[in-house]
């Protein structure tokens, strides 16, 4: 049974950090692209990150490069999305997600077969 669980969401003051972690079980992350993605209230779920690690290829979203890294620690099933200078506009509910035949379309919320619960990230003053 394949399961995801974010964690490390939180309340963040603009300009900080945080470090989610998508815990992986029951795949093999070098069979498994790993996205993450988010969604604010009244708005669509988007892209903000993915990794292959089998390929070493990472993707990120236009909004987010420079400032979000994806790492994956194969020792602990575990894939990391380091999130540097927050802004408000990242407020959000992030969910990490998996996917067995990914393609070119990283950002495509149907590749997907698998999605974590999601955890809530506020970057407010």
């Known amino acids: 049974q394949v399961q995801l669980v974010e964690s490390g969401g939180g309340l963040v003051q603009p300009g900080g950090s945080l470090r989610l972690s998508c815990a992986t079980s029951?795949?093999?992350?070098?069979?498994?692209?790993i996205g993450w993605f988010r969604q604010a209230p009244g708005k669509e779920r988007e892209g903000v990150s993915c990794i292959r690690r089998s390929e070493n290829l990472k993707y990120y979203g236009d909004s987010v490069k420079g400032r979000f890294t994806v790492s994956a620690d194969t020792e602990k099933d575990t894939i990391y999305l380091q999130m540097d200078r927050l802004r408000p506009d990242d407020t959000a509910v992030y969910f990490c997600?998996?996917?067995?035949?990914?393609?070119?379309?990283?950002?495509?919320?149907?590749?997907?077969?698998?999605w974590g619960q999601g955890t809530q990230v506020t970057v407010s003053s």
């Open positions: 997600a998996a996917a067995w035949a990914l393609g070119s379309s990283w950002k495509r919320l149907d590749k997907y077969n698998y």
């Open positions: 029951g795949l093999d992350l070098d069979d498994y692209a």
